[in-house]
């Protein structure tokens, strides 16, 4: 059973740009988080989403970001007109169900120029 | 808004030595999960913890979850290097709301073991 997937692993945008990272949870799960970790800090949630509905988006930036669970395909997080500020790990997360232990992917880094 | 606080942010112990990290939610939770993280790495999760008082071993790692169920630690025995790494508390509300399910993660604590 393959773990959860994200790709790509590395992304350089230069500002004002978009830059879009893909999250396959694991099969079976269909609870998707997203997390942006800045060197040395914490994991700060971003949005929750369950296939084709976005549950909790209170730490989705109110401009430029956006997130989608499609029925079929993976998870996908846009960021519109990157700025430096962008730069970060974005990990995504699954579970099976709500409140479950979260499995996460290796993470996308993501480098704005 | 839900907050979770850890303590220390770093901690740096010989080998052999103990450490412990402690974490404070402002809000009751439902249940509070840890996870570590390798430098480099992803987080991977370690243990959930439910009950009021509750009390989880690993080997060498103590996991508590405190009476009112606002606060946990994490306590390593006889540290390794293989120890190395970040450790997070990430608390879930109580249940109900769409935020449930969602984790709020403590800053977490970075472990340094000198052999």
């Known amino acids: 059973n393959a773990g959860v997937m994200q790709n790509p692993r590395h992304l350089v945008r230069r500002r004002g740009q978009e830059a879009r990272l893909r999250c396959s949870p694991m099969k079976g799960h269909s609870h998707v988080y997203w997390y942006r970790q800045l060197p040395e800090e914490g994991l700060k949630f971003m949005v929750y989403?369950?296939?084709?509905?976005?549950?909790?988006e209170s730490g989705m930036p109110k401009e430029r970001f956006s997130a989608e669970f499609p029925k079929e395909g993976p998870s996908i997080l846009r960021i519109q007109q990157v700025v430096r500020g962008d730069s970060a790990a974005y990990f995504c997360?699954?579970?099976?169900?709500?409140?479950?232990?979260?499995?996460f992917g290796p993470g996308t880094r993501l480098t704005v120029l | 808004g839900q907050q979770v606080m850890q303590i220390p942010q770093y901690q740096h112990v010989q080998e052999g030595e103990d450490f412990t990290t402690y974490c404070n939610s402002s809000?009751?939770?439902?249940?509070i999960q840890w996870y570590k993280q390798r430098p480099g790495g992803h987080p991977v999760f370690l243990i959930q913890?439910?009950?009021?008082?509750e009390v989880k071993k690993q080997k060498r790692l103590t996991f508590q979850f405190g009476e009112a169920k606002k606060n946990s630690s994490l306590h390593i025995t006889a540290t390794q290097t293989t120890d190395v790494g970040t450790y997070f508390c990430?608390?879930?509300?109580?249940?109900?709301?769409?935020?449930?399910?969602?984790?709020?993660f403590g800053q977490g604590t970075i472990l340094t073991v000198h052999p």
């Open positions: 809000t009751t939770l439902s249940n």
């Open positions: 990430a608390g879930i509300r109580i249940a109900g709301g769409t935020s449930y399910g969602k984790l709020t």
């Open positions: 913890l439910v009950k009021s008082g």
């Open positions: 997360a699954s579970s099976p169900q709500r409140g479950y232990e979260q499995f």
């Open positions: 989403l369950q296939k084709e509905n976005i549950i909790d």
